[in-house]
């Protein structure tokens, strides 16, 4: 299983930015992030892969932008005009599709929360 570790989390006023950063231990297709809100399920919120096909989440498209750098093995999202709904604890992920199932994944990063504000 490849490694994955993210970094960026933190809390932020609603309407202000975040980037996030995850470094995974291999090269992957295709990488993703999720996120998990208290009481809710996991959700796919963008995914891309190594040919620079991205899908998003309704919810944050517009907002949110996913980004890679092969040659650092790194997947970034930059999260603007956040609000409290955004509020999660956010995963990287790895995986052999271009997907936003929870099901398609194949490794997780630990998780870093990102709290947002009124």
């Known amino acids: 299983q490849v490694q994955l570790v993210e970094f960026g989390g933190g809390s932020v006023q609603a309407g202000g930015s975040l980037r996030l950063s995850c470094i995974a231990s291999?090269?992957?297709?295709?990488m993703a992030w999720f996120r998990q809100a208290p009481g809710k399920k996991r959700e796919g919120v963008a995914v891309?892969?190594?040919?620079?096909?991205?899908r998003y989440a309704d919810s944050v498209k517009g907002r949110f932008t996913i980004s890679r750098d092969n040659a650092k093995k790194a997947v970034y999202l930059e999260m603007n005009g956040l609000g409290v709904e955004d509020t999660a604890k956010y995963y990287c992920?790895?995986?052999?599709?271009?997907?936003?199932?929870?099901?398609?994944?194949?490794?997780w990063g630990q998780g870093t929360q990102v709290t947002v504000s009124s």
């Open positions: 992920a790895a995986g052999p599709f271009l997907s936003l199932k929870e099901s398609d994944v194949g490794s």
């Open positions: 291999a090269l992957t297709s295709y």
């Open positions: 891309m892969d190594v040919g620079l096909t991205i």
